[in-house]
């Protein structure tokens, strides 16, 4: 079962666009994290969101994490070519000591331009 | 300061063999989780370590564990392999538990 759902898993746009990428879920998570993946390489941290409507900015890169910590949105302003990547959320579910991240379905971008 | 190694990058193997994947973690990093990645279901949760013991797990069948090191490294192995094993297999360290991960390369598994 899959605890989170990105829209759209596909998204091919010119640059200079502006796209938005959602992360759903009916979990609640401790924390919210955003990675960015290339072919033939680990996800790479973008950043993370521990508080209910929180948000946070990283140059182009708009993050926010619900009111409720079951959601998440990414919206990457004026979109160029070097932020094609697959774009995964990935929630932590924290018990104790212990933790876990359940990672989403993935989003594909591609910017062409 | 070096990133999160793994070892070996391609490894193919033939069905019913068993495999050992090679982690070294950020230096100081205290936990080490697993991951599988695979294009049908992306990427799950294997098991997470810290301070040697394995604090979680997912819900992968026993052919599959691991062990973590007094170093922090850490190693997985999976026996009798079946073709289904076939994945990205990705290791992810932090400093604490449940804090932002950093991903190694991963080792690309395909048995045949």
């Known amino acids: 079962t899959q605890l989170l759902e990105q829209s759209p898993q596909f998204l091919s746009i010119q640059e200079g666009e502006n796209l938005t990428v959602y992360c759903n879920s009916s979990s609640v998570f401790s924390s919210l994290q955003w990675y960015r993946q290339e072919p033939g390489e680990g996800p790479v941290l973008l950043v993370t969101?521990?508080?209910?409507?929180e948000v946070k900015k990283l140059k182009r890169l708009t993050f926010q994490f619900g009111d409720a910590r079951k959601d998440s949105s990414l919206h990457i302003t004026a979109a160029q070519p070097g932020d094609t990547g697959l774009y995964l959320c990935?929630?932590?579910?924290?018990?104790?000591?212990?933790?876990?991240?359940?990672f989403g379905t993935g989003t594909r971008l591609q910017v062409t331009l | 300061k070096a990133g999160v190694t793994q070892t070996p990058r391609y490894l193919i193997k033939t069905r019913g063999q068993q495999v050992t994947l090679s982690c070294s973690p950020i230096?100081?990093?205290?936990?080490v989780s697993w991951y599988q990645q695979t294009p049908g279901q992306g990427l799950q949760f294997l098991f997470e370590?810290?301070?040697?013991?394995?604090?979680n797990k997912g819900n992968f069948p026993g052919r599959f564990s691991g062990r973590q090191f007094s170093n922090s490294r850490s190693e997985m192995n999976v026996s009798t392999l079946e073709l289904g094993d076939s994945a990205l297999y990705l290791c992810?360290?932090?400093?604490?538990?449940?804090?932002?991960?950093?991903f190694g390369s991963g080792t690309r598994l395909t048995v045949v």
């Open positions: 230096s100081g990093h205290r936990s």
């Open positions: 990935a929630g932590a579910l924290s018990a104790g000591t212990a933790s876990k991240l359940t």
């Open positions: 992810a360290s932090s400093l604490w538990t449940g804090t932002g991960y950093t």
């Open positions: 969101v521990v508080t209910g409507g």
């Open positions: 370590y810290f301070s040697e013991t394995q604090r």
